[in-house]
């Protein structure tokens, strides 16, 4: 009942914080996410379509994923002149992360799609925009969608690392704890927070597959 208490009173105390670091995170976290799955849309079709793009693609896009994420946030602001503590330079961090895995999943879903569905549009008479978005996009979604789902979760994560070079996000109430020898409110309320918006932004994503592939659901059901 003490923990509980002690959880309850830093609330009470620090409820606007909290709050703040919260919408901080939201929007560090998914702004990244839907600017690289807007970008590897054209990538991922780019590397289906010209065979000699695969290679340096998909190879540079996991050289930039092996690259530590607290390294990145340190370098980006030498690179592109920002300010250490301004968020842009999360917010590009986690693009490129988020980039290197949705253009393998985007190129991966493009390639799953059956040839004979591609051939069989072409010959209803689909030009080749109406059937990419029409025909091959929508039966590529569930496996680009999947790759959306660990792509947003991984985000909620590293956002936190960004705290440790003083980006207000639920990682400082991590970094609060440990410096303040305080350890379980702000330790207990960060962990619980980050979790509940990785599952609900998980959510999200689930529903709106099934609303825009429901032959999916249904084929899946049987």
């Not at 992360?97 to 549009?121: H, I, K, M």
């Not at 030009?127 to 978005?133: G, I």
């Amino acid at each position: 009942m003490e923990f509980f208490s002690d959880v309850r009173t830093y609330l009470e105390i620090n409820h606007e914080t909290v709050l703040e670091s919260l919408v901080q995170h939201i929007w560090l976290a998914l702004l990244p996410v839907a600017i690289s799955f807007v970008l590897a849309l054209p990538l991922g079709w780019a590397v289906v379509r010209y065979g000699w793009l695969k290679h340096p693609i998909l190879t540079l896009s996991s050289v930039i994923y092996t690259i530590p994420s607290l390294a990145l946030f340190l370098a980006l602001p030498a690179i592109i002149g920002t300010s250490i503590l301004d968020p842009l330079n999360v917010v590009i961090a986690l693009t490129l992360y988020s980039l290197a895995l949705l253009v393998r999943t985007t190129a991966d879903g493009l390639a799953s799609v059956d040839q004979q569905v591609v051939e069989a549009a072409t010959a209803m008479g689909y030009k080749p925009a109406r059937r990419w978005f029409t025909v091959e996009l929508p039966l590529a979604l569930p496996v680009i969608m999947a790759g959306l789902r660990i792509t947003t979760v991984a985000n909620v994560s590293m956002v936190t690392v960004s705290a440790l070079i003083g980006i207000q996000s639920l990682g400082q109430l991590f970094t609060r704890g440990f410096q303040l020898g305080f350890y379980a409110p702000p330790i207990v309320i960060g962990l619980v927070l980050s979790v509940l918006l990785a599952l609900l932004a998980d959510s999200i994503i689930v529903l709106v597959q099934r609303l825009v592939t429901p032959w999916a659901r249904v084929g899946g059901a049987r």
